[in-house]
């Protein structure tokens, strides 16, 4: 059955399937198209831009995701968790001549959130982190867990001194790598897994001591896809100048050029069974989604990881046992029927929460840890809550709100400050057209001209960049070079970065394919084949079993 979006106006399609996943669900069917339910969950999701602000309830000066000129009620995340306040102080009765969202913005505005959404407890001097856990000596690392001595990172996991990387999992010792996995002294990589000591790689596994190339399985001593002797290789390195900025930019401009000669997969994937999708890994019935690894009967999902995760639609990030989940973001660890909720984990049939952890059968909530029977932060009995949650749900169906994820409109976030504007970037004035809000700069902060002049060769910089301010090439926006970051790039002989944190992030990310899925045929075969390299794009890009008989 054929459906159109009510925001782009774009046909999207209901199949059998869908039907039977919404009435297992108890939801209705979609009004927006898949892409149009991403953006609205993603204007919800400001990972990277961090503030400095008070904690509402203790004065302190706090990192938080919130800027200081939101006016929510938030609490430094020791004192969120303590016992000096109680949630259930702000609940609201529910007022059936209200609207739902209307009722639950109102609540947002006085029940307590915690300033960041990390695992802090277990963190030590990871300050500097959003959507993090169990990190140690990290800076400005997000969406990562269980990571040491990492700096500006994005999806990376279980790794060790990883600078500059983007979905990098069990990497140590690497700088500028993307889709990179078990891997070590990896350097300007991409879509490689357990390779060592070697730099611009892409599309390349268990490959040791290679440099500049593409498609190349248990190799050694690769020069720009050519074997050449040990003695050769060793050379070449001592003579690559790897610590200047412009050769490093010269060997990244050959590379690309190797690149587009090169033959692509249409897809990243391994181990999977009747799946769709790109980066997807040990899978099966997995549709229409990104980045998704160890799950199962899953749809519109992208970076859901750590499974088992099963029968699941609509979901952004995390994963890690989650299942019958419908249009959630970061929601994660043991959820189990979970519709519309944002910022939780360990959740038992719950709807509409922000902000709940170790919650079950709870509706409308903000902010509430381990409770149970609870309507717009209120406490009732079960015979209570049954009966005024189904009342509920009845006036949601009335007011077309059942089902739908939280409007934009409710957001805290301006779009620009969210990981919408990675996906689907706006001009300001797209975005007020589109009625979405947007964060303005902080008029009392003002940006300087650099007054160091980054040394082209890492070998002349000293510790006085330290105490420098440096101005992005790029957007121009001042940036610094902590200690723990000089000693990386000293010891690694690698170029100070003449861009800010965010520019490079947005340089690996655009590195990446869209998350969207085109129909071509393969450059060997001619058979029809599903990829996200767009018709329209010059690289030559073969179908799985093509690529396989070509590289193996």
């Known amino acids: 059955m054929k459906k159109t979006c009510t925001i782009s106006g774009k046909e999207f ?36 831009h961090l503030y400095h602000r008070n904690c509402d309830g203790t004065g302190k000066k706090v990192i938080s995701s919130f800027s200081p000129d939101k006016d929510y009620v938030l609490y430094d995340q020791t004192y969120w968790w303590g016992d000096d306040w109680d949630p259930l102080d702000y609940g609201i009765d529910f007022d059936f001549n209200t609207p739902f969202f209307e009722q639950f913005e109102k609540l947002m505005s006085v029940a307590p959130m915690p300033c960041l959404f990390t695992n802090f407890a277990q963190d030590v001097n990871s300050a500097y982190t959003n959507f993090a856990g169990y990190d140690k000596n990290c800076y400005l690392i997000f969406h990562a867990d269980f990571n040491e001595d990492c700096y500006y990172a994005t999806g990376l996991k279980n790794s060790k001194r990883c600078v500059d990387s983007l979905n990098v ?9 993307v889709n990179c996995k078990d891997s070590y002294g990896l350097k300007y990589s991409m879509d490689c897994n357990n390779c060592s000591e070697s730099w611009f790689l892409q599309n390349c596994d268990s490959c040791q001591h290679c440099f500049g190339s593409m498609n190349l399985k248990n190799a050694k001593y690769h020069l720009f896809n050519k074997s050449v002797w040990q003695e050769k290789y060793e050379a070449f390195m001592k003579d690559f100048e790897s610590g200047k900025a412009n050769i490093v930019q010269l060997a990244r401009e050959k590379f690309a050029e190797i690149n587009k000669k090169q033959i692509h997969k249409s897809i ?68 189990h029927n979970v519709i519309s909720s944002l910022y939780s984990y360990s959740l038992v049939n719950v709807s509409y929460g922000l902000f709940l952890f170790s919650c079950e059968d709870c509706l409308g909530c903000v902010g509430l840890r381990n409770q149970k029977y609870c309507i717009f932060n209120k406490q009732y009995s079960k015979e209570q809550y049954f009966e ?20 934009s409109s409710l957001s805290p976030f301006g779009y620009n400050e969210t990981i919408a504007q990675e996906y689907y970037p706006l001009e300001q004035s797209q975005a007020s057209e589109q009625w979405y809000s947007w964060k303005q700069d902080d008029p009392e902060v003002s940006y300087y001209g650099a007054d160091f002049k980054i040394p082209n ?25 902590t200690g723990p ?13 003449h861009k800010c944190s ?51």
């Open 268 to 335: 990243q994937w391994l181990r999977n069974q009747d799946c769709q999708g790109d980066h997807i890994f040990d899978c099966r019935d997995v549709s229409e989604s990104f980045d998704v690894q160890e799950s199962r009967d899953m749809k519109y999902c992208q970076r859901v990881y750590n499974g088992p995760n099963t029968d699941c639609y609509d979901i952004d990030q995390f994963g890690a046992k989650i299942s019958k989940m419908y249009e959630c973001a970061n929601v994660w660890v043991d959820c």
């Open 485 to 497: 970051e000089l000693e990386f790039y000293k010891s690694h002989t690698l170029p100070i970065p």
């Open 13 to 48: 399609e209901i199949t059998s399937k869908d039907q039977e996943f919404y009435e297992k669900m108890w939801v209705g069917e979609p009004t927006l198209c898949p892409q149009e339910r991403q953006r609205r969950r993603l204007v919800w999701q400001n990972m990277y």
């Open 169 to 177: 999992f069990g990497g140590e010792n690497s700088y500028e790598c």
């Open 457 to 481: 060769d890492i070998a002349d910089v000293d510790e006085s960049i330290l105490e420098s301010i440096l101005s992005c090439e790029l957007c121009s926006k001042n940036y610094r070079i």
């Open 502 to 552: 965010n520019c490079r992030h947005l340089d690996r990310v655009a590195l990446r394919n869209s998350t969207q899925l085109f129909e071509r045929s393969c450059d060997k075969c001619s058979k029809d084949m599903q990829t996200t390299f767009s018709p329209d794009r010059p690289e030559t890009v073969y179908c799985e079993s093509c690529y396989e008989k070509e590289v193996y």
């Open 388 to 407: 005024l949650r189904d009342r509920i749900i009845a006036h949601m169906k009335t007011t077309w709100e059942w089902w739908e994820f939280f409007p």
